[in-house]
């Protein structure tokens, strides 16, 4: 089992920053993918950003390429998603996810993702 904790989410206006983290604790993290992904209102869960621990190979969404970082602090077992130039489209609750072993191209599939977190509500006012 792998537990995962977000938080950093809040309400920012239109062109602010936020650092999410999310705290992976249980088993050994390091073979796995770790994952941001967010859903709004009436809205499929989609996908944000992704890392793996190993090799540190980052994949992002063509929606957040330039604005949003995903990094990892292995030591601590944490990953964040520092989100810069945030659009009022942003809004969504972000979650973390981890999936094991998932090839470069399996990265924003929410369904290979085996262990999620509880969500962190992020809020961009125009």
């Known amino acids: 089992q792998v537990q995962l904790v977000e938080s950093g989410g809040g309400l920012v206006q239109a062109g602010g920053s936020l650092r999410l983290s999310c705290a992976a604790s249980g088993r050994t993290v390091s073979r796995y993918v770790m994952g941001w992904f967010r859903q709004a209102p009436g809205k499929e869960r989609e996908f944000v950003a992704a890392i793996r621990w190993n090799g540190g190979n980052t994949y992002y969404a063509d929606s957040v390429k330039g604005r949003f970082t995903i990094s990892g602090a292995n030591a601590k077992n944490t990953v964040y998603l520092q989100m810069s130039s945030l659009k009022p489209e942003d809004t969504a609750v972000y979650y973390c996810?981890?999936?094991?072993?998932?090839?470069?191209?399996?990265?924003?599939?929410?369904?290979?993702?085996?262990?999620w977190g509880q969500g962190t509500q992020v809020t961009v006012s125009s």
């Open positions: 996810a981890a999936g094991a072993d998932l090839l470069y191209s399996d990265f924003p599939l929410p369904t290979l993702y085996d262990y």
